[in-house]
């Protein structure tokens, strides 16, 4: 959750301990993993009918690839060759039988058969192209749809610990890398696979001996095939680490495009650049080479194969041995019978990067969500009121022999964990129903974190949070997070409209209620002004809109949504004073009658809070109303001594902003 604790995300952050970009990619397993084929062939099964039908679709046009070149042999042996009908050479076959005796009209026929199998051919692959592309698609469209739904469900310290990037990859690239398995990999190998078994029965049953003959050259081909396998593997798992680094290279230095010109990195930023897009290309090159060498030499052996046959088959026509029809559909078939052993060699490695892809893509829905809500939820009263007994939390992942020790441990026995980074210790407090409550101290003080752990995005490792009278471990997360509001620090909005945005997809909010919201933040005369009014588009994050007109769409929708709790973090940090102006009498109608947690640093805010709680290292060290922590002369004085009286007196002591002149005021207070 965003907000002004940079202690609390650098600890977030050191206990994730992120992969580096592209490190996931690297990794490429088996070409076939019988397990992972077996659930990836889960999300065909909706789809068996246009799987079935593309197979029987391959089968039939595998059987007429094979047909051509025996209707060659026909024509040639029962009517292109002086006396082919007589002889011991001219045994007719099947076919041969059923043709006309005349020479004209036979040749016509196959001729005409020829045709009929190429039709069908055409007809069968364009049969099967359509189903499996379409097939492919919603298998596709699936997979990201559980995909997306699974990552709403994982809670917030999941996305601490796994970059933006890799996530985004595991819904484009991996599932492009499944769809191509399906659509152009395991299919294709059938085909490939039919191809190959029916010339090979054809060439055995005609000739056995020239059908070895042809194959001869087959086990330097597959030698072959297995050196440019390992070399294109290793090129392609070099390509995929690359572009990787150059989506989080480009991805960084764009959105940071204002720091790198204002500190004059252009020309270092472009060379590292440079170095990225060098590797990526070298890598490139290798595959390329790779490919160049090895079509031309598998052509090259396929070729040796064909002169054998006319050396070898050649000088058997001249002994009578073998038909001249029988040595010109070897040499067909020959041609033919190396081609699907070429695409073999591709398809293998589109089914390796889509083992490693499921693989990845696996993993990630395999991870279940550490925080969801319980079978049997409780409700609670619907008071507003929030309380922290005893309250423990780190952001470090805690195996499972050290939270059991957590969870039977004294606080003293706790506290005494040095090996644990403790976010808060002992946090106990409780805002009552209808209350406004402050929360102030230092950068990394656990502010934010409090406010994270009362809508449950982190469970704690000790102690209890209770919102209306129950445990948030046993409210239902969606009703609990229901009952919040929240405005952050930093705005942000969705691409859509100003209307879509406020709403955010809650369609109980009418537009009366949208625009009364919005009048009471000051916003609405403003969203009136624009061209499309509600109805205005918003760029990428409300890009076209300024920091501070972007918050008070975010105080207009929390205001429409009506909530019970509101929690405004540095709400205001980052608008102007005339705009503060403008929105502090809204706040004002904002926390009436609702339960409000506020973290700020600006004296209007915070002393007319109900009480005021004062963090310091995680702990809460004071806790009262403004006159009463003044009184007390304790933390809360030497903070107030330091920052807030020259800001109530409109007379800053410093040009720092009050978030870090509150630190040192903090630190300098006694126990």
Known sequence: MAGTDGKDSRKKGDAAKPAQPGQEEEVLGKAYDGRLMRRLLRYLYPYKWAALISITAILFKAAADVLGPYLTKVAVDRYMTAGAASGPAAHLSWLARRLSPNAWQGISEIAFIYLGTLVLS?????????????????????????????????????????????????????????????????????????VLAGIVFVMLRMKWWLALLAFAVLPLILLVTRIFRKYVRDSYRRIRTAIARINSYTQEHVSGMSLVQLFNRQKRAYNDFEAVNQTHLDAFKDAILAYALYYPVVELLSSIAIALIIWIGGRGVLRGAVTLGVLVAFMQYAQRFFRPIQDLSEKYNILQAAMAASERIFRLVDTPPAIVSPETPRHGDGS??????????????????????????????????????????????????????????????????????????????????????????????????????????????????????????TERITDEQMQMAAEQVNVHDFILSLPGGYAEPLRERGNSLSTGQKQLINFARALAHNPKILILDEATSSVDTDTELRVRAALEKMVAGRTSVVIAHRLSTVQRADVILVMHRGQLREMGSHQELLARHGLYWKLYQLQYRDQELGEPATGLSPSLEMGPALAAGTD
């Open 384 to 505: 507003g009121c929030i309380e922290f007994r005893d309250v423990w939390f780190t952001y470090q992942h805690l195996d499972e022999a050290t939270a059991a020790r957590v969870a039977r441990s004294t606080a003293d026995e706790l506290d005494g964990m040095e090996e644990i980074e403790w976010v808060l210790r002992g946090v106990s407090f409780t805002i009552d129903p209808g209350q406004t409550a402050a929360i102030v101290g230092h950068t990394g003080a656990g502010k934010t974190t409090i406010i994270s752990l009362m809508m449950r995005f982190y469970d704690i490792q000790s102690g209890a949070i209770l919102v209306d009278g129950v445990d948030v471990r046993e409210h239902d997360l969606k009703a609990l997070r229901q009952r919040f509001g929240v405005v952050l620090q930093d705005p942000f909005l969705f691409s859509g409209t100003i209307g879509d945005n406020i709403r955010l997809g």
């Open 122 to 194: 055409f007809a069968l692959e364009a049969t099967q192209t359509y189903l499996m592309q379409w097939t492919g698609q919603k298998i596709m469209f699936d997979m990201r749809r559980q995909i997306f739904r699974h990552l709403q469900h994982m809670h917030i310290g999941f996305y601490d610990r796994n970059p933006v990037g890799r996530l985004v990859t595991r819904l484009t690239s991996d599932v492009d890398a499944l769809n191509e398995m399906f659509t152009s990999g395991v299919f294709a190998i059938f085909e490939d696979v039919f």
